[in-house]
Structures are given as structure tokens and as C-alpha cells.
């Protein structure tokens, strides 16, 4: 069995993320991290691999800042890492990632299963699982929260989806698409001699020639982004006792026509 993986770098959540005077984003100095929703697929990944006897896959579609997402992959223990990337995918959007997305797994031809994060925390959306999903004309089964079995040589997985009502227990044949949540697992650290082997791996990328597609037109164009208007603030502090400071408080509420 074969599972893969998608991952990316994204600015740490600390970081201070702003828009440059050409439009473009930036974060500064600040350093890139995995996509934190996507420690939880890598960890799956590894485990249904050893549990079934399989190897896995870690694939990143941009480019060269994600190799340190690829690498910090390996040394979780994800045994392949991949680069996709071209120039013709500059400027793409989400149905671009999917095409280059589909493209790379049919690529490597004997995949079982891909595991996406459940979103992309720098761009805040997840359409571009479905996008894939659709592509390779595979079922998507989003906010898995747990496996409950997986039948490789069946063809089969059932597995537990975290919804707002509740939760479901669903199955479905393999091949298939899914997104995980953090309640799946508990995602190791990279050992020490895992981060050694990871610094040293050699990360092959490939360009769409290679993936046997053209550059996928985007049906959307982001022009520029812009900083949040600045907003001015102004505190006040009310004295008194706790029964006063209430008692002001509620007619400052019903001045400002807030209640």
C-alpha cells in the first residue's frame, strides 16, 4: 500500500504578517513552519504505513521555500519527499494546485490513499482537496477525526468524520481523498537523527513536462492585497466600586446605543 501526503510551508503563527508597498505578502525575518493541520496527515500517513506494511509519500506543490516542510516530513519518518513546481504554476490558484495535485499522484501510479490537512493555514481554505479530490475522480471524505479500519487489499476504509452535529461513521472503496483533524492523532517530534538524514536528503522537483500536463489556466486572478485600514482605539477606565463600575458601565453601553 501507498499512501501520500500534501504539505506546505507557512509563516509561524506568530509571525507578523503584512502587505509590502508592491501588494505582495510578507512576514519578514520570520521562520516557516509546516502547515501545522498537516503534522496530523503526516502522522496517519506513517502510521497506516507501518501498520499495513507500506511506504508513504510527502508531496509539496510550490516553490523552493517548501522544502523545509519536505524536510521536516522526512524526519517525522514519511519515506519519499517530492517538489512540484514550474513556472507555469506561478500565480495559480486553488484549481491549478489541484491539477499539478492529481497530476503528481497519477504520477506515481500506485497510491491508495492521500491525506490532506484539514486546511492551509496561511490562505485559510481547503477547497483545494475537494478541487483534487474531483480531479482524480476519487471519493473525498473530509474531517476524518479517526480510521477505523482499512482494507488494502479489499479496497475499502471506514472511517469517523467530526461534524457540527455530532459524529459519523462512514465507508467508502479505496482509492481515496481525505482531510484529517488534530483529534486523529498525536504527531511524534522528528528524532535527532531523523532531522540529520532530512538536512542531507536530496529533494527531486517536478515541472509539469515531467507530470505530462500544461500549465492549468486559473480561473481566478489575485491582483494585490492590502493591509486592514488602521483602526484608533481609545480605553477608559471606570472607578468605584464594583456595583458603581457596573452601574457606569451600563449607561456608557446604552449612550454609545450598543444595548
Request: net charge negative; hydrophobic share 45%.
Amino acid at each position: 500500500m501507498h499512501v501520500v501526503v500534501f504539505t506546505r510551508s507557512t509563516p509561524d503563527t506568530a509571525a507578523r504578517v503584512e502587505v509590502d508597498g508592491s501588494g505582495k505578502v510578507t512576514w519578514g525575518d520570520a521562520a516557516t513552519v509546516v502547515n501545522p493541520w498537516d503534522e496530523y496527515a503526516l502522522e496517519e500517513a506513517i502510521l497506516q504505513a507501518k501498520a499495513n506494511g507500506g511506504k508513504t509519500t510527502v508531496i509539496a506543490i510550490g516553490p523552493e521555500l517548501h522544502n523545509e516542510a519536505l524536510k521536516h516530513s522526512l524526519a517525522m519518518g514519511i519515506d519519499e519527499a517530492i517538489r512540484v513546481w514550474d513556472d507555469g504554476l506561478e500565480g495559480g490558484d486553488s484549481l491549478s494546485y489541484a491539477v499539478a495535485a492529481a497530476a503528481a499522484v497519477n504520477k506515481l501510479g500506485d497510491v491508495d490513499l492521500v491525506l490532506f490537512g484539514k486546511e492551509s493555514v496561511d490562505v485559510g481554505t481547503d477547497q483545494h482537496i475537494y478541487q483534487t479530490a474531483r480531479k482524480l475522480g476519487w471519493t473525498t471524505l473530509a474531517y476524518v477525526s479517526k480510521i477505523h479500519a482499512v482494507d488494502y487489499a479489499a479496497k475499502t476504509i471506514r472511517v469517523e468524520l467530526l461534524l457540527e452535529e455530532g459524529k459519523q461513521t462512514v465507508a467508502s472503496k479505496l482509492p481515496a481523498v481525505i482531510s484529517v483533524m488534530k483529534d486523529i492523532n498525536e504527531p511524534r517530534y522528528p528524532s535527532f537523527i531523523g532531522i540529520r538524514k532530512a538536512s542531507k536528503a536530496n529533494i527531486p522537483v517536478w515541472s509539469l513536462a515531467e507530470l505530462g500536463i500544461g500549465a492549468p489556466a486559473p480561473t481566478t486572478q489575485v491582483t494585490a492585497y492590502r493591509n486592514l485600514p488602521a483602526r484608533e482605539t481609545k480605553t477608559e477606565m471606570i472607578e468605584g466600586t464594583p456595583q458603581e463600575q457596573a452601574a457606569a458601565l451600563l449607561d456608557r453601553l446604552i449612550e454609545e446605543k450598543v444595548l
